[in-house]
C-alpha cells in the first residue's frame, strides 16, 4: 500500500517513524509547507517524491491513501479533496475547528465509501485499551476520569520547540482527545460545561481553560487544560472506578498507588501511533470501518460545538 503524509513537522515524523514499523507500506510522497525542509525529511525517510503542493500528491494514481498532518484549519478542505480523488484519508486531531466542516468530511466519507478514519490517539494507547477492556469485559464500572493536559506555550511553537505557522486551541484540539476518549470508555456524553480563563493578547486564544462532562452511565469527567503550566508537560488521565484507580500517562498504566501495570501484552506494539496507523490501514485492506473513523468521532465535535457556543455566550 503506497501513502502520500501530508505535514512534514514533528507529528507527521512520529507516523513516519511508525509506519516504517508496519511491513507492506511505503510512503512515496511528502507534502510540506516549504520544500527545502520537507526534502530534508523526506531524505531521513527514503521518500521519493516532495512537493508543497497536496494536489500534486492527488494526481499520482500509485498513491492509495493520505496521512494529514497539516494545520487544524486545513483539516476539511484537505479531507474532503483526498476522498474527491479517490484516496482513503487519515486525519491528525482534531477533524475540524468547526462542527460544519466536521459535517461536511462526514457526508463525503458516506458519499464516496472510503474509509475516513480521525486519529484520536488514546483509543489506541496501550493503558486506555486495558481500561476499555476491563469496561467491555464487566469488570469495572468508571465512576470518574480526572484528566489534567498542561503545557507550557507564550507563541505558536510544535512539540519538538519549533516554530510553526498556526495557532494552536485548548478546546477544539487538546480537548477533543479527552471528549472523545470519556465517551468511548463511559458512553454517550449528556451533560457539558465549560468555562475559560483570559485570552492571550498576541495568541488570541484562552490559555486556560475547566470542561465538566457526565455520560449516561452516571460516570464524570473533569478535564483541566493550560497552556499557562511551568511543570511537568502532557496530559495525565486519572480512572477512578468501583474497584480500582488507574492512571494512564500516553502508552504506559500505572495503579492509583503508582505501581506500574504491564500493558505490553495488550496490542502488537507499545506506541499509539503506530497502532492508530495499522487500524488505518488494516481497514482499507478489510474494506470495513475503523475504530475511530469520522462517524464514531463526529458526536465529539458536537459537544464541542456545544461548549464553544456555552463559552461564547
Not at 26 to 36: C, F, N
Not at 56 to 71: F, H, K, Y
Not at 250 to 263: M, R
Request: hydrophobic fraction near 40%.
Amino acid at each position: 500500500m503506497k501513502i502520500a503524509l501530508a505535514g512534514a513537522g514533528a507529528f507527521g515524523e512520529k507516523h513516519l517513524d511508525g509506519l516504517k514499523l508496519i511491513d507492506g507500506v511505503e510512503v512515496v510522497s511528502l507534502i510540506g509547507r516549504t520544500l527545502d525542509a520537507t526534502a530534508a525529511v523526506a531524505e531521513r525517510y527514503g521518500i521519493g517524491h516532495v512537493t508543497t503542493d497536496l494536489a500534486e500528491s492527488l494526481a499520482m494514481p500509485e498513491v492509495d491513501a493520505v496521512i494529514l498532518c497539516t494545520p487544524t484549519q486545513m483539516h476539511a478542505a484537505q479531507a474532503l479533496a483526498c476522498m474527491e480523488a479517490g484516496k482513503h484519508v487519515q486525519i491528525e486531531i482534531p477533524l475540524a475547528d468547526s462542527l460544519a466542516d466536521a459535517e461536511a468530511v462526514f457526508d463525503k466519507q458516506r458519499e464516496t465509501g472510503l474509509v475516513c478514519m480521525v486519529g484520536h490517539t488514546r483509543r489506541f494507547n496501550p493503558s486506555h485499551q486495558y481500561i476499555h477492556n476491563k469496561v467491555r469485559a464487566g469488570e469495572l464500572n468508571i465512576q470518574q476520569m480526572d484528566v489534567q493536559t498542561y503545557f507550557f506555550r507564550r507563541k505558536n511553537m510544535n512539540a519538538k520547540g519549533q516554530p510553526r505557522s498556526w495557532t494552536d486551541h485548548l478546546l477544539w484540539h487538546h480537548a477533543a482527545h479527552t471528549v472523545d476518549l470519556f465517551a468511548y470508555q463511559c458512553g454517550p456524553i449528556v451533560k457539558a460545561n465549560a468555562i475559560e480563563g483570559p485570552h492571550h493578547p498576541e495568541l488570541g486564544i484562552a490559555m486556560d481553560m475547566s470542561i465538566q462532562l457526565k455520560a449516561d452511565s452516571g460516570a464524570i469527567c473533569t478535564l483541566s487544560l493550560s497552556f499557562n503550566n511551568d511543570g511537568p508537560l502532557g496530559t495525565y488521565f486519572r480512572y477512578i472506578g468501583d474497584n480500582g484507580t488507574w492512571n494512564a500517562r500516553y502508552d504506559d498504566l500505572f495503579t492509583g498507588k503508582e505501581e506500574p501495570v504491564d500493558v505490553s501484552g495488550i496490542d502488537v506494539s507499545m506506541n499509539g501511533i503506530e497502532l492508530q496507523d495499522r487500524e488505518f490501514l488494516a481497514a482499507i485492506r478489510e474494506g470495513r470501518e475503523p475504530n475511530s473513523s469520522v462517524a464514531q468521532v463526529l458526536a465529539c465535535y458536537r459537544v464541542l460545538d456545544q461548549l464553544e457556543k456555552q463559552l461564547a455566550a
